[in-house]
């Protein structure tokens, strides 16, 4: 097979008039299928149902130390839950904070005490009505939807194959406007690229003329392998550390895709300072999270090591659903030269770039089609994909004909919307 590109205009019309048809079969079955979200299949789900079981009459409501977790107080979390997410994050346990069942509302939250109360004693960000965040891009659009809530203008920065371009990088945190920027730095969202070392270490020796400058260090998927080779991912706070710059980064996780998606335990690992600013703002906004939920996770994995073989049992679910999308992608696009794609060794999707122009006129293919994706665009910031290119999959929660059946049908919307670029490029 050649590239789509050097077809005759006969080749092309015969191409052309095979994938219209297939895709015209498909249309008229009325299919519902949804790729739009990383949710967690329901099987994936029910690994965990004995959590719910009689845990709590066997432990007695009461954590190591004696606290009743029915009762109020322990404002950081319950001793061995921070340790769990300690040894999850490679931080000591005592500059970690469980909390509650959303990393993204602490994001969230650390953003506007950022804007209202500032940080490091500089004034707050509201103050600075120039004020930009680093967005990575493509990236997570509800990251972009927190700076935006807040009024930053989002500056991209293209995410490379080692991470983010740190060239631009650093040369934007020369801006004292710069006040930070979201990473997803192990299976980065929607690529599912794992920083490099040399990034890392970029990122941890950065000097930002803004004092106040602070990443928001997104570890989403730190355990989620779905090859038992898995990427490594170098520590930032150990690396930090070396140039004393441990105050520029507050990293956030949560058990969100290893237990409940809906029900899981949030945990946010800072500086002895950041920490400090950060508690200073808990003491008042909360008396203590879900004390119960914190000790039935840490009842059920007493170790980093128990959470690892149980993400085992989610890698075996998963894998086979990125093989059967990559398979098919490469079987029908791989040699037509009209799209690229990642090949994740962990995370929860697949990032797939089409030909430009072309992303919103095979995301409405796919829509009337019958399959749901990711709304195209919303991979960056204010949505708008300046080369309208990229398209986020989610393989997790549909089976696997049901991906057969939607990555063929994303395939075909792939090369209707390429030979219509390549008719208007004529």
Known sequence: MKALMEYTTEQLNEFEAAAQKKYDEFVAQGISLNMARGKPASEQLDIYDNMLNEHFKEIGFKSEDGTDCRNYGI?????????????????????????GSSSLNLMFDFIAQGMYKGFAGCEPWVCNKNRKFIAVVPGYDRHFGIAQYFGFELINVPMTDKGPDMDLVE??????????????PKYSNPDGITYSDETVIRLASMKPVAKDFRVIYDNAYIVHDVYEEGDELLNIFDEAKKYGNEDNFVTFTSTSKITYAGAGVSAMAASDRNFKEI??????????????????????YKTVDDVKEQMKKHAAILRPKFETVLRILSEELGELGVAKWNEPRGGYFISLDVTTGSAKYVGELCKKAGVTLTGVGATYPYEIDPEDKNIRLAPSCPTVPELEIATEIICLAVKLAACKEIREGK
């Open 75 to 99: 404002l950081y979390g319950i001793e061995e839950c921070r340790k769990l997410f300690g040894e999850i994050l490679g931080v000591d346990w005592k500059n970690v904070i469980a909390c």
């Open 279 to 300: 508690s200073d703002r808990l003491t008042l906004q909360i008396i203590s999270y879900d004390k119960m939920n914190q000790l039935r996770h840490a009842y059920f």
């Open 171 to 184: 040369e934007l945190i020369k801006n004292p406007d710069v006040k930070g920027m979201f990473c997803v």
